[in-house]
Structures are given as structure tokens and as C-alpha cells.
């Protein structure tokens, strides 16, 4: 074990050190930072709309209040804190290593897209702070442009502005990884992070100026009057919507795509193996992403779209749902005859393909359209797709940021405390959601601030569940923190993982490799355990 | 605390929907089994530091992959192709239903039945026969949702959505928006009433409503449209008798079909759609008229469908 050279991306220690960074390492902890506050702020939202939920009358705020709870919640949570989750902060901190390069291909643009970002998300902070948006993240018209009092406009900007930093991080990315592979590093060499964080970045790329236009187009109407979406003044308020779930059903899938390349990582590294099918799961992220694009009419099954339609967007939904089954049949081939240790990344990512698989057959069912038109808008589509982004996106984002912590920070947080704080996520987490499935089914439709008291028992278990999720939370907060300091010195490569990240000393040197490694096998090389060298149990703090 | 697991099934649809429901979860239940059981199986078998035999064997990787693509496949279309079947026939009314039309505006729904009964947030009717809700919105966008019937549909501001069911069992089911409206959305409700045959017509009879068709026409009068669309008027204007469900041409040499939404649009926007062979002398009465008000006249104009114009200068 090398002890790590006393010069690292960490070293210097001054203000515009930070701010002024091109290191994509120093890059991915800005993002770090600043998508921890949004996603406080957002499950504070959170906090308060589930305690409100305790009751079925209005009793801890009012409606106004409870409608402006949720549109936080969901435009937070969506774009300053999923989308930008595992792509801005994994993404930048590990991809230039992971394909042996000392930076991306645009260091100065990669941090104008954080200051984008934050400049965004300050902007939708002003219009909470100002006096808050009812509209919901969806932002339907006629009542986004017409009828909603409140900042839709300046909130609209935040989003819109982010939007660039999040085009300007994909074109990084798919240059980066074009250009800048280590000699030998051939695309079919590349870990399978890289491959869904490339499919990642062509929606991002693709489908983020079409979003760019539609909330254009909301301002346009709601401040000028000009008539696109509003029947009154000669538009179309179903267009909107068309609009709206062309970028964002594609959005779903920046959300789990780069989960799903992270529980590659994992899977392989904690049952020392060599993934199962390379190949398709490499090529079912890319299906994902090409599919993901013709599937939005399935948001508007009942919003007045034609019936043959809701027929094509059914089937192709239908379609869009192989590629991801294959991906966990094949993480769970991996494990067959790996040598399978349950350290904290590897508990975060068994839960992730367990409530993954939940979420995608829950799917399903919203697919199949005679069953939409009960659930549509209920509680089981918020339970759907919550088991995809939270028990999907956040436990990959979890198991990924414990993964490479080491190599972020050069300490070791705490194994154990680790270990029980990925239990406790994954219980808060279904007994948060679980009863939500029961609840649509049952017919009580979403964005309710009261609801008929038949249904009450639900919402206790939920709240229940979310206080329980939130100690998950709020316990990796801490020891991580506790870790910087006290946490044990972390080698170059304690989990013994293949993959170039882990040969350069832990934190990186600011260039990332003293030497440009030469690649010259296939990703999850893993040796039989057999001639594995002798393993020194992981010191537990 | 009163709770329940199954909700209410009160519509012909339900049945079959809470069937797919339960074959999905059936379906799903296997899924989770057979992801889940190799799963743990595999994690606990050969977790490290136990001495099992790893030593892979050459497995045919292309053909397990096939087998596993192409058995879900099958099944996806499988389901979709059964629920395709369940949804067209819930989107295709028969022609015999009962007619009702809804108005929802923030925050409440506004109902008519054809033979003239009014009521706000409730919905009466009878078992046995399939209804047929014509719906539009006058701000933005709801969406009215039975649970017990398994049936809901947005309502779209400036155009007409319809739903259809047959009530099956009489009882007192809530109504929902199931779409966000704003402030006060999730009060936006009310009850269906699923009530006998007999005791429908009882309810139909009270107070003795003038049907539609005939508030439509003094409503037709009132406003004037005698002055053109009548035999004899010295103006050019399109005949109403006989209108409703025909092919109309239109001046740029399309056809379309004098469905609610082209009268309603005829009434609203008279110069988006110019029957061929007259001109453009409709004024607009957008202001003048209210969404129950249109359902009134478009109402009056489907009750002459089956007369002939006559008397009207060519």
C-alpha cells in the first residue's frame, strides 16, 4: 500500500482555489456541496407535506401552502438534485479517471455549467423565498400560464438557466469520452459507468432544449399574452403537455440511467467478477435512451389524446421496459459464483436492484392503458416512480458516493455505521412507499392537501416510513462529515477494484495520473478468488 | 378508523380492470420471485470467504441472454395487446347511452342531464344502462374521477372529453379531480349516485326540467340566431336541420364532421371553419355565452338532426 504523495487536487486550501477551478475532481465536489442544500431544502418540503398528510383534514398548513410544498419538492428534487446526481458529482469526480484521462475535454465550461446550475437554482430559491409557486413541477398550462399567482416566471428561469449547465456537462461528457480514452482504452474496454453516463449525456444533450423552449414559451404567454397554450386566447393547453413529457419523459431516464451504470461497478467490484453480457448491458442503456424518447404520450393516457395514440405510446412503453429487465437479470447472473461481500456500496445496490425491480413492474401496470386510466394521478404513480428515482437514483447515488468516497476524500468513513444506515434506508424507504401502491389502487389521487379519511391508515404508515428514511439520511451526513477528520487514511484501492480510478493514489494528484496508464484487458478483470491475493479484513471503525 | 383494501367495484369496467390489476400483481409477484430467489441464492451461497466451487464453466452467454430479452418481450406484448383490447371498448360509447354534460370550473363540477336535471358535485344515475359524460372545462384543466367506476377523464378547456360506464350497483360513490386545478383541488369533489332504474326516473322527474334541447332552443331564439339560421332569412346562412353528425365541406375544400366540438367551435371561433359556399357573417359570441349555455344549443341542434332544411334562400 502507497501512502498517498503529499501533493493532491485537495492541497490547496483558498477560497478562489474553489470558485476558480478547472479540476473536474474539485468540480464534482462543488456540485456535491451545493445539491446536498437543495436536497435538504426539498426533504425538509417533504417533511412538512408528510406530517400534514398525518390527518386527513387540513390542519399543519394551508392548501396554498401545501400546493406550494410539492411544486418545491418536485422541481428541487428533479433538477437540482436527480438529474445533476450521479452525472455532475460521480460523473466529473470519476469519468476522466475511469477512462485515464487528466481532466474532461472542457475544463473551463464544466465550471460555468456549476455556476449555471447554481445561478438556477438560486433563481427558483428567490421565487420560493418571494412567495412560492403552486403550479407543481409539471407546470400544466392553462394554470401555469393564466391562473397561478406566485413567481412561475422566475421560478420557470431557474430551471431554464440550469437547463444550459446541464447541455453543457452532457457535450462535455460525450467529447470527453470520444476524445480522450487512454491509449488501449477501446470503447468495448470501457466500464459500463461510462457507457450509461454516455447515454446519459445524449438525452441531456438532445432532449434539454426542447424543455428550454416549452418553459419559454409559458413565459412568453403568461407575461406578453401571446396565445400557445391557453384555449382562451387561441392555444392549445394539451401541446404543453406533449411538450413537456418529450423532454421529461427522457429526463426519467437521466434520472436512472447513471444509477444503473453505477450498480455495474458495484455489482462487479463486490462479487469480484466479471460482468455477465457486457455487451447488452452496455447496448441496453443506449436502447433505453433511443426508446425513452417516443414513450411521453404515456403521461397523458387520459388527457384527451387520440385512442389509437394511447395505443402506440402504450406498446412502445411496453418495449422500453426489456432493456432495463435485462440489465438486472444480468447483474444478478453476475453474482453466480462471484465471491459476494456485503460491505455498505454493495448493501445500497442489492436494494437498488430490489426496489428497482418493484418500480419497473409497477410500470407495468401504468403501461398497460386499461389499468392507467384507474391508477393515472393516484398515489400509485407517485409510489412508481418513486421506487425508480428514490429507491433507484438515491440508492445508487448512495451506493456510488460510499464507493468512491475513498478516493474522494483519501479517509474511510465508517464501515458499520455505513452498514446499518443502508438498512434503515432501505425499510423508512418501503414502508415510506409501499402503502402508496395500495393507496391509488384504492383511488385517492395525488396532490391532495386533505383527503377522506378512509384512506388515513396509509398516510400514518407513510409518515411513519419517511421519519424512519430520513435517520438514513441524516446518519450518512453525518459520519461522512465525521470521516474528513477522524475517519482511518484510505489507501489507493481498498475495495482491490479494477478500473483506472483506483490506480492513482488516494486523493488523486491534481492531474489525476502521474503517468497516462496504458490499458491492455477487458473492464472486471477479476481474478478467480482462488488466486486472489489474501484479503486484510476491512479495518471496521 | 375505517379502511378497506379492495375498493368498490360499481361499474361493468371495473371488474375487468381490477382483473388486469390483479393478474399484473400476480404477474409481478412471479417476476420479483424469480429475480429475487437467484438473488439472494447466489449472494449467500457464494459469499466471500466460504468454500464453494466458483470455477465458472463456459455457459452459452448469447443464448440466456436471448431467452431472457425475448420471454419479457412476449409478455409485454402479450399484456398490452389485452389491455388494449379493455381500453377501446371503454373509449367507444355505444349510441344508445344517457347523455350528461359536465362543466368543471375551480372548484367545482356542473352537471346537466339531457332531460334537463341540474346538479352541482353530485351525479345521478340509474344501473343498467351505459352514460355518457360530455365534459369540458371554462378555466383550466381537471379531470373528473370516479374510483368505483375505474374510469377517469381529463377536462380540457376549449374541447369536449367524454367517459362512458355502465353503473352496476346502486350505492354512493365519491368523485374526484384527479388533475391539479389549484388552490383548493382536493376539494373539488362530490358523489356519484348509483341509484334503480325507477327510482332514476323518480329523481329525473322532480321539478319537472325543461330537457336541453328545448332550453337550448329559446336559448337559440334569445340570442338571436333565428335572424340567419331560420327559412326565410333574407341571409345567406348555413341550415342547422339535419347538420349534426354530417360531413361538412368548408371552404378550403376539407371535410369535417358537425360533431359537438365543431358546433361549439362554429359558435366560439365562427371564422376558423367556413362552411364552402357562404361567408364569413358569423359574429363570435365568445363572452356572450357560457360552457352549459353551448351544451344547451349543441343540445337543440343534435334534436334536429333528423329534419330537413326548408325555405332557405339559396
Known amino acids: ?541 | 378508523m375505517n379502511f378497506h383494501l379492495f375498493p368498490e367495484q360499481a361499474s361493468s369496467i371495473a371488474s375487468e380492470s381490477d382483473w388486469m390489476f390483479w393478474a399484473l400483481t400476480g404477474l409481478s409477484a412471479l417476476i420479483c420471485v424469480l429475480v429475487f430467489l437467484p438473488l439472494c441464492w447466489f449472494a449467500l451461497k457464494y459469499r466471500r470467504g466460504r468454500k464453494v466451487d466458483r470455477k465458472m464453466e463456459d455457459l452459452p452467454t448469447w443464448k440466456i441472454e436471448l431467452t431472457w430479452t425475448l420471454i419479457p418481450f412476449v409478455l409485454c406484448m402479450g399484456i398490452f395487446a389485452w389491455s388494449a383490447e379493455v381500453f377501446f371498448r371503454m373509449e367507444t360509447p355505444p349510441p344508445d347511452a344517457l347523455e350528461v354534460n359536465v362543466v368543471g370550473k375551480q372548484w367545482m363540477w356542473k352537471l346537466q342531464h339531457a332531460e334537463g336535471a341540474r346538479e352541482i358535485n353530485e351525479l345521478h344515475v340509474p344501473t343498467g344502462r351505459p352514460v355518457k359524460l360530455m365534459m369540458t372545462s371554462q378555466d383550466v384543466i381537471h379531470d373528473f374521477y370516479v374510483p368505483a367506476f375505474r374510469m377517469k377523464q381529463d377536462v380540457v378547456p376549449g374541447r369536449y372529453t367524454t367517459q362512458w360506464f355502465v353503473p352496476t350497483k346502486p350505492g354512493r360513490y365519491r368523485i374526484f379531480c384527479a388533475q391539479y386545478c389549484g388552490t383548493t383541488h382536493s376539494a373539488m369533489g362530490g358523489w356519484a349516485y348509483v341509484m334503480e332504474p325507477h327510482d332514476y326516473e323518480r329523481w329525473l322527474a322532480q321539478g319537472s326540467p325543461e330537457p336541453m334541447a328545448v332550453q337550448g332552443e329559446t336559448l337559440f331564439r334569445r340570442l338571436g340566431c333565428t335572424g340567419c339560421h331560420s327559412p326565410g332569412s333574407k341571409i345567406h346562412a348555413p341550415p342547422l336541420e339535419g347538420l349534426y353528425g354530417r360531413l361538412v365541406p368548408l371552404e378550403t375544400k376539407e371535410f369535417v364532421t358537425a360533431n359537438d366540438q365543431y358546433i361549439r367551435d362554429s359558435i366560439l371561433l365562427p371564422a376558423s371553419q367556413i362552411t364552402a359556399g357562404y361567408q364569413n357573417l358569423m359574429p363570435s359570441f365568445k363572452g356572450h355565452i357560457s360552457e352549459e349555455e353551448i351544451m344547451q344549443l349543441i343540445a337543440y341542434i343534435k334534436s334536429i338532426a333528423n329534419k330537413t332544411p326548408e325555405g332557405y334562400s339559396r
Request: net charge neutral; aromatic share 16%; with cysteine.
Open chain 1, 1 to 541: 500500500m502507497k501512502a498517498a504523495t503529499a501533493e493532491n487536487y485537495l492541497s490547496e486550501h483558498s477560497v478562489s482555489s474553489w470558485l476558480l477551478t478547472t479540476d473536474h475532481k474539485r468540480i464534482g465536489i462543488l456540485y456535491l456541496l451545493s445539491i446536498i442544500v437543495y436536497f435538504a431544502i426539498a426533504a425538509v418540503a417533504a417533511a412538512l407535506m408528510r406530517i400534514e398528510l398525518l390527518t386527513p383534514p387540513a390542519d399543519l398548513v394551508s392548501a396554498e401552502t401545501y400546493n406550494k410544498l410539492f411544486t418545491l419538492h418536485g422541481v428541487l428534487m428533479v433538477w437540482f438534485f436527480l438529474i445533476p446526481s450521479i452525472p455532475a458529482v460521480l460523473g466529473n469526480f470519476v469519468i476522466p479517471m475511469m477512462i485515464g484521462a487528466r481532466d474532461v475535454a472542457f475544463p473551463k465550461l464544466n465550471l460555468l455549467s456549476w455556476y449555471l446550475f447554481n445561478i438556477g437554482g438560486l433563481c427558483a430559491l428567490y421565487a420560493v423565498v418571494w412567495g412560492g409557486v403552486d403550479t407543481g413541477w409539471t407546470f400544466y398550462t392553462p394554470y401555469s400560464t393564466t391562473y397561478a399567482n406566485g413567481h412561475v416566471v422566475t421560478m420557470i428561469m431557474g430551471v431554464f438557466i440550469a437547463g444550459f449547465g446541464s447541455i453543457l456537462t452532457g457535450l462535455n461528457f460525450i467529447i470527453t469520452i470520444h476524445k480522450m480514452r487512454a491509449p488501449g482504452m477501446t470503447w468495448f474496454r470501457l466500464p459500463l459507468f461510462i457507457w450509461s453516463l454516455y447515454a446519459t449525456s445524449l438525452i441531456l444533450v438532445l432532449a434539454t432544449p426542447v424543455l428550454a423552449i416549452t418553459l419559454l414559451a409559458i413565459s412568453v404567454e403568461r407575461l406578453w399574452g401571446v396565445g400557445i397554450f391557453d384555449p382562451t386566447l387561441g392555444g392549445d393547453p394539451v401541446l404543453f403537455q406533449h411538450m413537456f413529457w418529450f423532454y421529461s419523459h427522457p429526463a426519467v431516464y437521466i434520472m436512472i440511467l447513471p444509477g444503473m451504470g453505477v450498480i455495474s461497478e458495484l455489482i462487479t467490484c463486490f462479487s469480484r467478477k466479471k460482468i455477465f453480457g457486457y455487451h447488452f448491458v452496455a447496448f441496453s442503456s443506449l436502447a433505453i435512451a433511443v426508446i425513452g424518447f417516443v414513450v411521453w404520450g404515456h403521461h397523458m393516457f387520459v388527457s384527451s389524446q387520440s385512442v389509437y395514440a394511447g395505443m402506440v405510446f402504450s406498446i412502445l412503453s411496453f418495449i422500453v421496459a426489456v432493456p432495463s429487465a435485462i440489465k438486472v437479470f444480468n447483474w444478478t447472473a453476475t453474482l453466480y459464483k462471484g465471491s459476494v461481500a456485503f460491505d455498505t456500496p454493495m448493501l445500497y445496490a442489492l436494494g437498488f436492484i430490489g426496489l428497482f425491480t418493484i418500480g419497473g413492474l409497477t410500470g407495468l401496470f401504468l403501461a398497460a392503458i386499461a389499468v392507467d386510466i384507474h391508477l393515472h394521478d393516484t398515489y400509485f404513480v407517485i409510489a412508481h416512480f418513486h421506487y425508480i428515482m428514490v429507491g433507484g437514483m438515491v440508492l445508487s447515488f448512495m451506493g456510488g458516493l460510499h464507493y468512491w468516497w475513498p478516493k474522494i476524500t483519501g479517509r474511510l468513513y465508517p464501515e458499520a455505521m455505513g452498514r446499518l444506515a443502508a438498512m434503515i434506508t432501505f425499510i423508512g424507504f418501503n414502508l415510506t412507499f409501499f402503502p402508496q401502491f395500495l393507496l391509488g389502487y384504492l383511488g385517492q389521487p395525488r396532490r391532495y392537501h386533505a383527503y377522506p379519511e378512509e384512506f388515513q391508515i396509509f398516510h400514518v404508515l407513510s409518515t411513519a416510513g419517511a421519519s424512519i428514511l430520513g435517520v438514513g439520511y441524516l446518519l450518512p451526513l453525518l459520519y461522512f462529515v465525521w470521516s474528513l477528520k477522524y475517519g482511518k487514511k484510505a489507501p489507493a484501492n481498498p475495495w482491490q477494484a479494477t478500473g483506472l480510478e483506483w490506480q492513482t493514489p488516494s486523493p488523486p494528484p491534481r492531474d489525476n495520473f502521474d503517468e497516462i496508464p496504458i490499458v491492455t484487458e477487458d473492464p472486471y478483470e477479476y481474478p478467480a478468488e482462488a488466486e486472489a491475493p489474501p484479503q486484510p479484513e476491512p479495518q471496521h471503525v
